[in-house]
């Protein structure tokens, strides 16, 4: 199991240096957090490192979004229509630009956007699951791909729910998921044992499905995810990218 660094607010020079430190690794970066100009110089630094990656979060999991660095980037719409948004031009616009600018900063891999689910997952969270892995898989992007998976507490505390989404995963044939787990009640530490077992169960039900797995947005609790064979867990200097808050497009904030 690998540490991935989940970039926040002022963690420029902790990549670098544990990148080099570590001879290799892993920054995912967020737009939330990063201009255009920082993007390029972080990449290119990062990049220069023997062994070093970057991959880019686009934090699409709430398109309603106001917050005002994120939606200043370019592959965010200016404007949302949850009715046509997902099957028609204005989805291949998203990963046109999302796809430029993996290719300006040389990413690893692909990270496509995934909407954050609601209480219950429904058959129009899984149409849009759908709908952006087969237009990028056909567009043929030239990267990796790596489907976003992100999951409100509600669904992870049902064992139900966890067992619809691995069965429907089945069909996607993604070669790689990045998944992002809400918290309960905007917990740190976890204590609701149905929602730790079930984020192993879909970790364990994705690797059995061949995919790699990257779990985004964890502190030291999900080193318990190494049981289930995840390939790497994400974290980051900061409390909020330690946990996956709901409100993912709120500014980093520096709490330890």
Known sequence: MELYL????????????LVTAWQGGTAILSPRDLN??????????????????TWLD???????ADHERLCSHS??????????????????ALLDELNRLNEQLDTDSFVLP???????????????????????????YGRPLVATIALS?????????????????????????YVVCEHPNGQYLVDNPNWLANVI?????????????????????????????????????WMNVRSFPQKSSMPSTKTR
């Not at 995934?114 to 056909?138: I, P, Y």
């Open 6 to 17: 989940q970039f926040g607010y002022g963690m420029m020079e902790h990549c670098r240096s």
């Open 201 to 237: 169960d879909l970790v364990a039900g994705l690797r059995l499905n061949g995919a790699r797995v990257v779990l985004g947005y964890c502190n030291h609790q999900m080193l318990i995810a190494s049981l289930a064979k995840v390939n790497a867990i994400a974290s980051g200097t």
């Open 58 to 64: 686009p934090q699409f999991y709430l398109p309603d």
């Open 114 to 140: 995934g909407v954050l689910s609601l209480s219950a997952l429904n058959e129009d969270w899984f149409v849009r699951q759908e709908a952006v892995l087969e237009e990028a898989t056909a567009r043929n």
């Open 36 to 53: 255009d100009d920082q993007f390029v110089r972080l990449g290119d630094s990062i990049r220069s490192i023997p062994g070093g990656r």
């Open 153 to 177: 507490s509600e669904v992870l505390a049902r064992e139900d729910q966890v067992a619809l989404l691995i069965e429907r995963s089945e069909q996607w044939n993604a070669p790689a998921y």
């Open 75 to 92: 592959y965010w719409p200016s404007s949302y229509e949850t009715g046509t948004f997902w099957q028609g031009p204005a989805l291949t």
